[in-house]
């Protein structure tokens, strides 16, 4: 199975700086398999990126996607109230499809 | 506008059964693989089974195969699962969850039900 760790377990910063969060595989994820979602406390997940670096449909520009390999980001460019919450990373090119332990984006 | 509503979550003994059910509507549900996915109290995300938009596939992850049957009614647009032989592990918020692309398995999640929640305890 690929393992997928997210750092850091906690990130806390203030609305208007950047956050960048990290997720590694164990091993390659081949055609960028790679998605990220958000979760806000007693609501579902929600799909922000996937492909890597491709925005779902509705989700801000302020949210951006990268890497390739074993290793990938998210970015929020300019963090509004409504970003805090947990997000996970998901690879779904490898059975069993994994998510990461998720990275929780705290107010500061 | 797509929704995703489950049901048939509540507390059942070890060793029980439950059938979760998700109605949908919004999108063409016979045109979708459909996933469950789940969340225990406090932790991450697991996948736990999927079924291709026809039913010809079934996938479920190693922890409940053998005890979760997944299934679907394309005629009443609704997506179940049989869970037997519960284990106090198997306590979550059980969410439904659409898959991204028509007649593939793409594995990717694009709309999510609120979740029931499942309680397995004596």
């Known amino acids: 199975d690929i393992v997928l760790t997210q750092s850091p377990g906690t990130l806390s910063l203030s609305p208007g700086e950047r956050a960048t969060l ?11 398999y790679l998605a990220w979602y958000q979760q806000k406390p007693g609501q579902a997940p929600r799909l ?13 520009d302020r949210f951006s996607g990268s890497g390739s390999g074993t290793d990938f980001t998210l970015t929020i460019s ?31 | 506008q797509v ?6 979550g509540g507390v059942v003994q070890p060793e029980g059964s439950l059938r979760l059910s998700c109605a949908a509507s919004g999108f063409t549900f ?48 609704t997506l179940y699962m049989q869970m037997n032989s519960l284990r106090a592990e198997d306590t979550a918020m059980y969410y439904c ?9 793409y594995y990717l999640f694009d709309y999510w039900g609120p979740g029931t929640l499942v309680t397995v305890s004596s």
């Not at chain 1, 300019?78 to 929780?104: H, K, M, W």
């Open chain 1, 78 to 108: 300019r963090l509004e109230p409504e970003d805090f919450a947990v997000y996970y990373c998901q690879q779904y090119n490898n059975s069993p499809i994994t998510f990461g332990q998720g990275t929780r984006l705290e107010i500061k």
């Open chain 1, 48 to 60: 922000l990126i996937y492909d890597t670096s491709s925005r779902a449909t509705g989700i801000p």
């Open chain 2, 97 to 105: 969850a659409k898959d991204a692309d028509d007649f593939g398995d």
């Open chain 2, 30 to 77: 016979s045109s979708y693989g459909m996933h469950w996915v789940r969340q225990a109290p406090g932790k991450g995300l697991e996948w736990v089974a999927f079924i291709r938009y026809d039913g010809s596939k079934k996938d479920y992850a190693d922890s409940v195969k053998g005890r979760f049957t997944i299934s679907r009614d394309n005629s009443k647009n």
């Open chain 1, 22 to 32: 990290s997720c590694r595989a164990s091993q390659s994820v081949s055609s960028s």
């Open chain 2, 3 to 8: 929704q995703l509503v489950e049901s048939g």
